[in-house]
């Protein structure tokens, strides 16, 4: 099982400007974006991410994981909203249990990091902005360790990556019964 996720950040790293991922987005990025979302059985978010990101109106149900509450009112009238005080990790295990295989995570950076640690990210759609000064800053090597780049576009200074998890393998240690085989 694994899922989905989406990314912009800006060139130095960061993942907001501003207050919010939007600021470094473009028409280009946000088109993508949608695209994305139309093909998800539901979208996970983190609280934060819930609390200054335009999320009123999705198109499949939104899982909004927090343990605080405290969320915006124009979020609690999405007919699609799903409030869930869990760690990221039984999140995406509940989500797909009860949503489908096709979960899209738009973040935070925090929530997307403990996915990836917990190897239930598969596809990465990471878009690299010109924008730079931002917050939330982290180390796109990092982020992108695990993973091999699947395609790359460069539109108006925005660099658009799809990359695909490098999955582990191990090979055995007898040369007469050699073979690869696939840790996951």
Known sequence: MSAKANLVMGSDGSTSLGGSSRSL??????????????????????????????????????????????????????????IWEMDPVSAIHRATQEFGENILVEGGINLLKELLVANLISELFLTISEKSGGDHIYDLSALTRDF?????????????????????????????TARIIPRY
Do not use: C, M, W
């Open 25 to 82: 987005s473009s028409p280009a990025d946000r088109a993508r974006f949608h695209e994305l979302r139309a093909q998800a059985s539901a979208i996970l978010i983190g609280g934060n991410t819930a609390r200054t990101e335009p999320y009123a109106n999705t198109p499949v149900p939104l899982v909004v994981i927090t343990r605080v509450g405290n969320l915006p009112e124009n979020l609690l009238a999405n007919p699609l909203l799903h």
């Open 148 to 176: 091999i780049v699947e395609s790359s576009e460069k539109i108006e200074g925005e660099t658009f990556l799809k990359l695909v998890r490098n999955q582990p393998i191990e090979i055995s240690e007898t040369p007469e």
